[in-house]
């Protein structure tokens, strides 16, 4: 394990960044609050394969016991996946689970912080966090879109999950300068379903074209990262509709709840897989799947 700028690179990872290999980060808040005992496990083992089928190495991160690591061993993967008491970390409580020795995952806004202090360009998850479904009275904004204003990561996703606001989302987006590219579509996807109704701002229909764009970027000194969103696979999508029924019960038993903060994303998805009688989950899995293959495609691309 080789440490720099405070990060714990695994031997694979280190290896690969240091040849200009291609690398593509991958996010733990899914493995410990997105999804649950064993499909979480089976789903973040099978995202790594997949990275490494289309010739990029994966790069799993995670705070564990304080110390931020880039690329997660099988031992460790496991531990994440059966622990219930790992801190959800994101901008604001990164650096505190690294000064208090905590063991935390990282949303996608702090996996992106982690990537770029890495060196690692591109990211694959399922879902970014966004504006909320009665964002104008909760103030609930996910720190994802923040940190893609901010941070240089191109972060391949299905689209924003549609237990939030899309159409605030993509107006957030637009506000902060963050590019989002359809991939070959021109309609912006809704996590679980392939359409949410919106257009996506921009189209791009080969992964080449993602990593020229990235380029272009750079060369205009842009800064931020870009949203690339990939609708999930037709066979694996479920109808708009029969999906709303699910969230608008999860969403209404949040609100009873009392259901605030951090909390709120983990309970909707853990409902929404309860609701569904495990059909989300089997979407949401394939939907991962596809975004690492797409990314990883595109970390080749930007290496070669
Ligand atoms: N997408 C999923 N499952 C998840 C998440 C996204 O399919 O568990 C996680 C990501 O880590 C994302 C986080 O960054 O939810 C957003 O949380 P919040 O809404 O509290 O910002
Ligand atoms: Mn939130």
Known sequence: MTKSLNLALSAEVGQALAGGRPVVALESTIVTHGMPHPENLATARRVEAVVREHGAVPATIAVVNGEVRV?????TLEEL?????VMKLSRADLAFAVASGRTGSTTVAATMIVAALAGIRVFATGGIGGVHRGAETSFDISADLEELARTPVAVVCAGAKAILDI?????????????????????????WSRHSGLPAPLRLDEASDIAAFQAARDGLALGGGMLVANPVPEAAALARDLVETWIAQAVAEADAGGITGKAVTPFLLKRIVELSGGRSLTTNIALIEANAALAADIAVAMAG
């Open 81 to 85: 996946a059966v622990a219930g008491d």
């Open 167 to 191: 159409g605030k989302t993509l107006e957030f987006l637009e506000t902060k300068g963050v590019p989002v590219v359809g991939f070959r579509t021109d309609g912006f996807p809704a996590f």
């Open 71 to 75: 690329g997660l061993d099988a031992a």
